[in-house]
């Protein structure tokens, strides 16, 4: 795997998330691959919305839950344009 153009197609995934849903919080880099044909990167990006996350440490502790939403994002490799995202499905459960 070409780990700085990973680098730079996670980041831009993320950067991406961040713009296209302005309530996403907390938005992280869970897993990114090459397709099949690699020509694309799979970049699987998680986040919690605004009106899901804890609103202080204390309620966080009290057992209310965060609920994590993923979005599988696909990168072009060779231009890391944006091809398109959609929710992820884990295939070994789908």
Do not use: N
Not at 11 to 21: C, D, G, H, M
Not at 25 to 48: F, K, M, N, Q
């Amino acid at each position: 795997m070409d780990v700085p153009s990973a680098k730079e197609a996670a980041k831009k995934a993320v950067e991406t998330v961040i713009e296209l849903i302005p309530e996403a919080r907390y938005v992280a880099l869970e897993g990114i691959e090459l397709s099949e044909d690699e020509t694309c990167w799979e970049v699987i990006v998680g986040y919690v919305r605004e009106g899901d996350a804890p609103v202080t440490a204390l309620s966080a502790l009290g057992g209310g839950r965060t609920y994590r939403t993923y979005k599988t994002l696909v990168l072009r490799r060779d231009t890391l344009e944006f091809v398109k995202m959609e929710p992820y499905r884990d295939s070994e459960h789908a």
